[in-house]
């Protein structure tokens, strides 16, 4: 992808999202000056609701927000990860003091960097949990100087965020044994997307490749790694082609059930069909620190496996399920519907889609397939 196609993507996502973006400015004592930041809300945010979002922390804003909040609003829209609170930090003024490491000790210089370190762990974070309602996962995203500069965040006893997305990172000198030695021993689920590609900058693609090397060489189930090497591709073409896989990566387990999950995992785990969906959700809250509400795709699967696998036990649960998710929609009703059909009970099934009727629509039931099944019921006596 060029330079141009690159831009004009970047605009399209901004022109959708632009709506809900807020501009602020924030004073720093650690900076000893204010520091301008842009924060996007997601859709139908209510400040006074009770949900947490995640929050994404994108340096080099000026450039990387745009690009950043494009992907994350397009994704949560379709359900392939949650809706999320993105802030920018821009850089662009004081870019090369900020993100400054001290050639002795290779962490961030006292002549910049440690303060600009300081203000994103202890002002900007704080007054965003503040004002904002964010949940404790936390992914910071970087470019060049910046995808080096995420990495420290790492090194400390309780790092700051959960999931890393460096972008070309300009590595600094002992980063690579170090990040493969701190990862080998992270007791925390940690998400790390690295990304490079074929007409990278030489210099900083080869050393890339060495981390990579030694990243994948890691042995520690608690690190969640992916590297991308993308070809047709230089050093600022590759942000528009890896911030979509990282997304993907970091939430892969957040995504609805699709095909190859339904397939590969759920009709072939040990337990019930049931018991599936409650693990993928248990593990969602464990591994993220939020509750997903089941989602209606979620539930179909389960109903198709438990059919296939003749599971009762399962159709039960799912249709209590259902009715508790989703007491005013339809879903409650149709679900309830296909339990006691399955199990012979058309009297009831029939009273269940019957009560369906007035209750609200959702994606795939409609009152027109609440009517087939009863005229179907029907039709039988």
Known sequence: MNKPILFILCGLFFKTATSQVIYETIESSKLGESREIKIQLPRNYDPEG???YPL????????????????????????????????????????DEDLSFSVESN????????????????????YINDNYLTSDFRIVAGHDQSANFINYWLFKEKPLFRGYIAFSPDLSPQMVNRLQERLSTTEEDTFYYLATADNDVKSLREDILVLNTALSAVENQKLHYRFDDFTDADHYSLVGLGIP??????FSLFKPINRKEYKEKMLTFEGSPYEYLMKKYEDIEFFYGFEKKVVENDLRAVL???????????LKNLSKLAKKEYSESMISAYYSGQYYDFI??????LQ??????????????????????????????
């Not at 962490?107 to 704080?126: N, R």
């Not at 896989?245 to 970091?250: D, L, Q, S």
Request: no cysteine.
């Open 304 to 314: 198709a496996a438990s059919k296939k696998k003749n599971d009762e036990e399962s």
């Open 107 to 126: 962490f961030p210089s006292d002549e910049g960097g440690a303060q600009f370190f300081e203000f994103i762990g202890m002002e900007l974070i704080p």
């Open 56 to 95: 994404i922390v994108v340096l080099d804003g000026d450039y990387l927000f745009e690009p950043m909040i494009g992907n994350t609003d397009y994704h949560s829209y379709w359900g392939d990860m949650p809706r999320s609170i993105v802030v920018g930090v821009n850089q662009a003024k004081t870019r």
């Open 50 to 52: 009770d949900i947490l």
């Open 352 to 381: 269940s889609y019957q009560s369906g009727l007035l209750l609200e629509e959702s994606e795939f039931i409609s009152k027109d397939i609440l009517l087939d099944l009863i005229y179907d019921i029907q039709d039988q006596d």
């Open 344 to 349: 012979g009970s058309t009297k009831k099934a």
């Open 245 to 250: 896989k990282a997304v993907n990566e970091i």
